[in-house]
């Protein structure tokens, strides 16, 4: 049931462009995205709350496809303060919130 | 607000030792998570509790593994005997209402049982 993220890592320069994709084998109820820093605890970015979905935050934006049990993170003009690992957080229509395998994104100077 | 806070930050202990870990949620937030974090597993859902009564303990790996919420301000993580596989990293995390909100993490207890 854990949702799986796609890619498992990434490294880009500053400023470029990037999406992490994060698919469920179960229908979802809603999709939250979480960024963790290395020691640090996982920050809530946004929730998706509707299918075909998409807010944003500074600049990353998510999109939620509810039919294809899928979301995607859109991080563009990235900034080094984008470094850490993203987490899809599948929620199935109850309380509890089951994090995916995570996405270790890398942002070099 | 102080945010959701943890103690201690870093326990080591022996094995066969009890250890507990305390969280504070925010106040105001209904519900209340502990999460476990390894390399291998990842984070891994335990228990969490909604107005302090355990909805869903699941994920608790043994019986050696127990939580409690007394009143609306704090919780307990209890692990006795701990052994070397309990070493990780454990996350309180509180939210305002089911998923409609995200989840505040604490800064996390780094549990390192030798």
């Known amino acids: 049931q854990q949702p799986v993220q796609s890619p498992q890592a990434v490294i880009l320069r500053e400023g470029e462009d990037a999406v992490i994709n994060c698919s469920s084998s179960?229908?979802?109820?809603?999709v939250h995205w979480y960024r963790q820093k290395h020691g640090e605890a996982p920050v809530f970015l946004m929730i998706l709350l509707k299918g075909g979905e998409q807010k944003g935050h500074e600049k990353i934006s998510a999109s939620f496809n509810e039919k294809k049990q899928q979301s995607s993170l859109y991080l563009t003009a990235s900034q080094l303060s984008y470094s850490g690992t993203y987490f899809c957080v599948s929620n199935f229509g109850n309380e509890k919130l089951t994090f995916g395998t995570g996405t270790r994104l890398t942002i070099i100077p | 607000d102080a945010g959701v806070i943890q103690s201690p930050r870093h326990e080591v202990t022996e094995m066969g030792q009890e250890v507990t870990l305390r969280c504070k949620p925010i106040s105001g937030h209904d519900y209340l998570f502990w999460y476990r974090q390894t390399m291998m597993r990842g984070l891994e859902l335990l228990i969490y509790?909604?107005?302090?009564?355990?909805?869903?303990d699941s994920g608790m790996p043994e019986d050696r593994f127990s939580a409690k919420m007394p009143n609306a301000s704090f919780s307990t993580l209890k692990i006795q005997p701990s052994e070397p596989r309990d070493s990780a990293v454990y996350f309180c995390a509180s939210s305002q209402d089911r998923a409609w909100y995200g989840y505040t993490f604490g800064s996390g207890t780094r549990l390192t049982v030798v």
């Open positions: 509790f909604n107005n302090n009564v355990p909805i869903d």
């Open positions: 179960k229908a979802l109820y809603s």
